[in-house]
């Protein structure tokens, strides 16, 4: 769960100028409500890199995983694991 807050802390930080995570709901779109564009997912996956110890693929860099706090905290999961796993 920690994860995931820490995701929405720097989604609202960075993106709303808010320190209220809440105003960001896990399943909006971060892409069709305009809070995040190409620029700020490039953003958002130095921030993960940097954050959770990972590397984000080139052919991972795609919309469907970083559109909502649900795509986002479940594609960390899925690198995490398997980088537990290697």
Request: aromatic share 8%; no cysteine; net charge negative.
């Amino acid at each position: 769960m920690q994860q995931r807050q820490d995701i929405k802390q720097y989604l609202a930080e960075n993106f709303l100028f808010s320190s209220d995570a809440s105003a960001i709901g896990d399943s909006d779109s971060l892409i069709n409500t305009g809070i995040i564009d190409s620029t700020g997912i490039h953003e958002l996956i130095l921030f993960l890199e940097e954050t959770f110890k990972l590397v984000v693929d080139p052919a991972e860099m795609i919309p469907a995983n970083f559109d909502t706090v649900d795509a986002i905290d479940g594609f960390v999961k899925r690198k995490r694991a398997l980088a537990a796993v290697v």
